[in-house]
């Protein structure tokens, strides 16, 4: 019988979002925690939690949301895509 999945790696982060349909610029700002384990179908998970004051005219993503994935690069996709789905993009500085 398999022993349950071992976590090897966690980070917690900062991740900045900007909306994308207003003429003066809305962000964002979530808490992440990314935790991966040594085995299973979606080792690869991030949870979000909204920690940030609420939007003025942009429409607000869910304040708390997790996301599992088989691998880093696929997280980030779905989770670029969760954010598209209410007008947001990443916001690098």
Do not use: C, Q
Not at 46 to 60: T, V
Not at 69 to 80: C, D, F, Q, S
């Amino acid at each position: 019988m398999p022993g349950k999945s071992k976590i090897i790696f966690t980070s917690k982060d900062e991740i900045i979002i900007k909306y994308l349909h207003t003429p003066v610029p809305e962000y964002l700002s979530y808490n992440s925690t990314i935790t991966i384990k040594d085995n299973g179908k979606n080792p690869v998970s991030i949870k979000l939690k909204f920690d940030d004051i609420l939007p003025e005219w942009a429409e607000m993503p869910p304040k708390e949301h997790s996301i599992n994935a088989p691998t880093i690069v696929e997280l980030y996709r779905k989770l670029n895509r969760w954010f598209r789905k209410y007008g947001y993009t990443f916001y690098t500085h």
